[in-house]
């Protein structure tokens, strides 16, 4: 949940330089735009890595108990599953002018895309509730990530979630860097 939220929070700060007029400084720098974004999806993915660590410190304290190798497997889950809701958050950065428009957008995005998972029941009990409500999970990309940090949290591998929540990354970066390019996407059509 902490990187879902931050992942589209950052995305925020870019409709905000937008809106500003400060995102107009910064992508007639020298740098490539796609190194420009990429970047600030690092940054924010990393962010949201020490408050997840921070978050599981404050479980333990209250007693959750986990392997101690699942603190280490966890690291490479939470950086894929933090690019993936970060380029997502990105993409639909690039669709929105006004600030005001993207935290309505945020809250379509993130509620469905929460409450429609396996991070509050596990996908064999929405299977019993209902066949319909399983598949839309199934086929939502943060199942994939809450199904990777989850079995990464105790030290085992998910190599069909690593390669969904990889997939949804690519996709979602792919049209972030496209919607973020003058020449061809959102940004030139004045969306």
């Keep these: 949940m902490i990187l879902l939220f931050n992942g589209m929070q950052s995305s925020l700060g870019l409709v905000h330089d937008r809106e500003m007029g400060s995102m107009r400084l910064l992508l007639t720098s020298p740098l490539p735009r796609g190194w420009l974004l990429l970047s600030k999806l690092v940054a924010s993915t990393l962010i949201s890595i020490l408050q997840v660590y921070a978050f599981l410190a404050v479980a333990a304290l209250f007693g959750t108990v986990l392997p101690w190798p699942g603190y280490v497997a966890v690291l490479p889950a939470l950086f894929a599953a933090g690019l993936m809701l970060g380029a997502l958050g990105l993409a639909l950065s690039s669709t929105v002018r006004q600030l005001e428009n993207f935290a309505g957008v945020m809250n379509f995005v993130i509620f469905p895309m929460f409450f429609m998972s396996s991070a509050l029941y596990p996908l064999w009990k929405m299977a019993e509730a209902s066949a319909l409500l399983h598949d839309i999970c199934a086929v939502n990309p943060f199942t994939h990530a809450v199904e990777l940090i989850r ?13 969904w929540t990889g997939l949804a990354a690519a996709v979602f970066v792919a049209l972030a860097l496209w919607g973020y390019d003058p020449a061809r996407g959102l940004v030139r059509r004045g969306v």
């Excluded at 990464?152 to 998910?158: G, R, S, T």
């Design 151 to 163: 079995f990464a949290l105790y030290a085992e591998a998910n190599w069909p979630a690593l390669g």
